[in-house]
């Protein structure tokens, strides 16, 4: 491990040399070992927090490989490879022991029971392994690490022999090109790599790959700009328009504000841009339709093999009945928080709106014990409370309960693969968030997690969100998948339904706003007036100095994670 990890370090220092000195060859050589040796750091045997702590040595550097790979003229699959082996290397590794081997048992059962006990092994939840003397005696801890350090070897020599195998060549292998093009089957995958060495989007649509170079993105801007972020204004979603929702959009096939169904587009942005909303990047105010939210239904994913994991939990649902029942976990007072009035009309409105779908709704004690156990059998889980980011590790993040959290690695632990429920809805603050830069490409947030607990749809938010915007939310998005059906697509549609919706109260209450500014500056007479048109005018009058400040993005932090 220590070889490992001393590798990696001297990498990385000798791509940046490399990359000062503009030799890109040789930094696209360097890089690229370098990117392979991560998957040796992170071996299948270590747990989640020693993984954690390791991959904060390789921030960054996906990225920048990607990024010098384009610089020698490689392919886009050559520089979203790197991507997808550099990147979200713990969620991908859980995807691994829960992929599908339904083709591997009808070939060879006796091997696929082999497999899955040793797949298992390692994919049981870590509290269950720890007995209480393992947790206090130096043996008992040294036995589990051994315990799962064989393990993990046996399970790589077997994953070997299936790849020996004829038809399995590439088992729990990085996608194929054609896979990757396939994954693009319902709408474009925009993938948009931040680098200090230059920012891209690499485009995935179902019959090509293309490069395209977003000159107006520089990620020093981006990260200043991330600071703003807990309180965004409308300067900020004009620039994502100008430097990447524009590029983006008018590198595609033609897409116009559409008349019947709605064209998809899914996101995978990289580095600090994970943090930014760009499915609100546009020119909103006025009525302009120079925004992403007018031409595309917008959806995020953590990586490419995420996407495609979600889309073959779906083709397993159409062969398997689903369940009926909804639940839905209310906060209204959580200790040392602030008091969510709205949370119960919220719970209302939805158990209504459920029942109506022919759901069960079952809304168990909010303890943490008994929402884990809710959830097991559920198709849609709902929680309105408050999230909680953590600073410094982001497997803390958490949904606060009435006796504690429900954390991102208590909901990594829940394992719902074989049910693959429709949606998990987290009307909480914060809960696509990470605050640990080191970490942010790993995606250990909330969303992720219930994505990983084998939800095919999850609706978060990306920062702090008003109580009441988030029944109206809410709500509108579920009675959009009521006319939908449920169906997979409904999902994505009813958030993008609401949150135009939410955007244009907003330009309403906005424009209503400006109105009345004119009219008490209208009123103070011409100095004010003559004060009022001047671009350097600061002097407000106190008596309507609200009638300055435009009113909150609440539409804008809202995000779809699925297919």
């Not at 999902?491 to 955007?503: K, Y």
Request: proline share 5%; hydrophobic share 40%; glycine share 6%.
């Amino acid at each position: 491990m220590s070889r490992t990890l001393d590798r990696l370090r001297s990498g990385i220092l000798l791509t940046r040399l490399y990359a000062e000195a503009e030799d890109w060859l040789l930094a696209h050589r360097t890089a690229s070992t370098t990117v392979s040796l991560i998957a040796l750091l992170t071996t299948r045997s270590l747990e989640t927090s020693d993984r954690q702590n390791l991959l904060t040595e390789v921030a960054g550097l996906a990225s920048d490989a990607a990024a010098i790979a384009l610089m020698v003229a490689k392919s886009p699959y050559e520089a979203i490879q790197l991507l997808e082996r550099g990147r979200g290397i713990i969620a991908a590794s859980l995807n691994e022991l829960r992929a599908d081997v339904l083709d591997l048992q009808q070939k060879h059962p006796q091997l696929t029971q082999d497999y899955i006990s040793l797949r298992d092994q390692l994919d049981a939840p870590t509290a269950m392994t720890r007995r209480s003397d393992e947790l206090n005696l130096p043996a008992g801890v040294t036995r589990r690490v051994d315990q799962r350090h064989n393990t993990g070897q046996k399970l790589e020599q077997m994953i070997g022999d299936i790849r020996r195998l004829p038809g399995f060549e590439r088992f729990l292998l990085a996608p194929t090109e054609n896979e990757l093009k396939a994954a693009a089957v319902s709408g474009p995958v925009v993938v948009i790599n931040v680098s200090d060495y230059r920012c891209d989007a690499l485009i995935i649509e179902k019959h090509r790959l293309e490069t395209l170079r977003l000159p107006g993105l520089d990620s020093k801007d981006i990260r200043a700009r991330a600071a703003t972020l807990e309180t965004p204004e409308l300067q900020l979603m004009e620039w994502l328009w100008d430097t990447v929702g524009k590029p983006v959009l008018d590198a595609l096939e033609p897409i116009q504000a559409p008349s019947g169904s709605w064209p998809r587009i899914w996101w995978i942005p990289t580095g600090p841009l994970t943090k930014f909303p760009l499915h609100a990047a546009g020119y909103h105010s006025g009525g302009s339709c120079n925004t992403v939210l007018d031409r595309v239904i917008s959806s995020y994913s953590s990586s490419i093999q995420a996407l495609i994991q979600s889309q073959q939990r779906r083709s397993r649902v159409k062969v398997a009945p689903e369940v009926s029942k909804a639940v839905l976990v209310g906060m209204e007072w959580t200790p040392d928080q602030n008091h969510l009035r709205y949370v119960p009309e919220e719970i209302r409105k939805l158990s209504l709106l459920c029942q109506s779908m022919q759901l069960d709704v079952t809304i168990p004690q909010t303890r943490q014990d008994d929402v884990l156990s809710a959830l097991r059998d559920c198709r849609i889980f709902h929680f309105a409370g408050h999230g909680l980011t953590h600073l410094s590790d982001p497997s803390k993040s958490s949904l606060i309960l009435s006796d504690g959290s429900l954390t991102v690695a208590s909901l990594f632990e829940l394992n719902l693969h074989n049910r693959t429920p429709l949606l998990a809805y987290l009307s909480a603050c914060g809960t696509g968030e990470i605050k640990h830069d080191e970490l942010i490409d790993e995606a250990l947030h909330l969303i992720s997690a219930c994505q990983l607990a084998g939800f095919r749809h999850v609706i978060g938010t990306l920062w702090k969100v008003n109580d009441q915007s988030c029944v109206e939310a809410a709500t509108m998005t579920y009675e959009w998948m009521k006319r939908g059906n449920m169906s997979d697509d409904s999902v994505a549609e009813g958030l993008h339904q609401a949150s135009r919706h939410l955007r244009n109260q907003w330009n309403l209450e906005s424009a209503a706003r400006t109105s009345k500014r004119m009219a008490a500056v209208r009123a103070e007479g011409p100095a004010a007036m003559e004060q009022a048109r001047s671009s350097q005018a600061t002097i407000r009058n106190p008596r309507t100095g609200d009638l300055y400040e435009d009113p909150p993005l609440y539409w804008v932090p809202y995000v779809h994670f699925g297919i």
